[in-house]
């Protein structure tokens, strides 16, 4: 892969990134468990952790990151899981905390397939060691709020070695 498409692949994953934090800002105002606000917390850290990292690799390597607006505009993914707060007071069969990772779960599902796809670049090493320690994080999130919710746990194979390069 050359470095221009390189870039434009990692500023995807970043924007993606970008997207979690929000997702997880917003969750987080209508959470009350602390134990649940703890680990979603958490989530953000990761998700925040990924941004600062995925941005530092894409100036490396003579690119300029997509920078998170100041204020939430929605979302820069397609397909990412709209959380409103409209959406959550539709919800009112459901506890705030039980709506909100309803919704969360569908980001993390979406998460853990946008690196699925990004572990399979043939990128340096380096790089690809970033891109699973991510992966890993993501399905973690995902297996949690799964288990959480007592839905049925459903993440990918992880194949953390390449296949190609
Ligand atoms: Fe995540």
Partial sequence: MD???????????LRA????????????????LPDVRARIQRHHDDHQRHVDTLSRLIREHGGEPT???????????????MITIQGFASVRSTSETEAALD??????????????????????ET??????ANYHDEREHLVYIQRRLE???????????RTGA
């Fill in 103 to 124: 919704a969360m779960e569908g980001n993390e599902r979406l998460m853990c397939r946008v690196y699925a796809d990004a572990v399979s670049w043939e990128v340096d």
């Fill in 17 to 32: 990134n970008i997207d979690a934090v929000n997702s997880d800002e917003q969750a987080l105002k209508r959470i009350d």
């Fill in 151 to 161: 839905h049925k746990i459903e993440i990918d194979p992880y194949h953390p070695h």
């Fill in 67 to 81: 920078l998170r607006p100041r204020r939430f505009r929605g979302f820069l993914t397609r397909g990412f899981t």
């Fill in 3 to 13: 470095t221009k498409e390189l870039v434009k692949k990692l500023d995807s994953l």
């Fill in 127 to 132: 790089i690809h060691d970033v891109l699973c």
